[in-house]
């Protein structure tokens, strides 16, 4: 089982729908996590935090379901420009805290 | 503030050859991290510096890869000699929180190296 997951996708949907993202984790001890955006051939941009039970800003949230390892995050009245790859990422509990990514899940918005 | 730099943006070098990559961290920032992702495949981690020290380097892939952090500014990254499955985008990225801090990574816009 692979430490972080999510579907790849693409996840095709008109302007103005809501859609959600799922993220699972294998460690039960993470204690936080990120959504990344990353565009086309661009680095990756922290999108949102995830410390407690969730976050929330604008029209995104993100939400934290530890009982089941999972994160996830929801898009509001999706707009074109929030096109993009989602990367879900849960930083290692010890030593250096490096990332460990899922493969991320690709959103494309339609008009 | 200048972001995370990253030089150069592509590469493209014959199997066998010798590359080395560059990454400038955001000022200030103690903690830099090389990832990279080939194709088709998630992000990885690659290894950590703590200023000039090497904290980390377990996901190196093998020791045709090195990389320096003199002086705990800037670090490069040496691929020598390069084969083919090394083709991908290097990714660097530093923090400035210690790691248990929970600190936010900040990413360079990468390198995309091609082995032919």
């Known amino acids: 089982r692979k430490e972080v997951e999510q579907d790849p996708g693409p996840f095709n949907v008109p302007e103005g729908a809501t859609v959600a993202f799922n993220c699972t984790y294998s460690?039960?001890?993470?204690?936080?996590f990120f959504w990344y955006r990353q565009d086309c051939r661009k680095e990756p941009k922290l999108l949102m935090s995830v410390y407690s039970s969730g976050n929330e800003d604008g029209r995104f949230t993100a939400q934290l379901n530890r009982a089941s390892q999972y994160i996830s995050l929801l898009i509001r009245d999706s707009k074109l420009s929030d096109s993009a790859t989602y990367l879900c990422v849960v930083p290692t509990v010890s030593g250096t805290y490096k990332y460990i990514f899922g493969t991320g899940t690709r959103l494309k918005v339609l008009a | 503030e200048a972001g995370v730099t990253q030089f150069p943006s592509h590469s493209v070098i014959e199997k066998g050859q010798t590359v080395t990559l560059r990454c400038d961290p955001i000022?200030?920032?103690?903690?830099l991290y090389w990832y990279r992702r080939v194709m088709g495949k998630e992000i990885k981690f690659l290894l950590h510096f703590v200023k000039e020290s090497k904290q980390d380097e377990s996901g190196m892939p093998n020791n045709r890869f090195l990389a320096e952090r003199t002086g705990g500014t800037y670090s490069t990254l040496k691929v020598q000699p390069a084969e083919l499955e090394d083709s991908g985008v290097y990714f660097c990225?530093?923090?400035?929180?210690?790691?248990?801090?929970?600190?936010?990574?900040?990413f360079g816009p990468g390198t995309r190296l091609t082995v032919t």
């Open positions: 990225a530093s923090s400035q929180d210690p790691p248990l801090a929970g600190g936010e990574q900040y």
């Open positions: 460690n039960s001890a993470s204690q936080s």
């Open positions: 000022s200030g920032h103690d903690n």
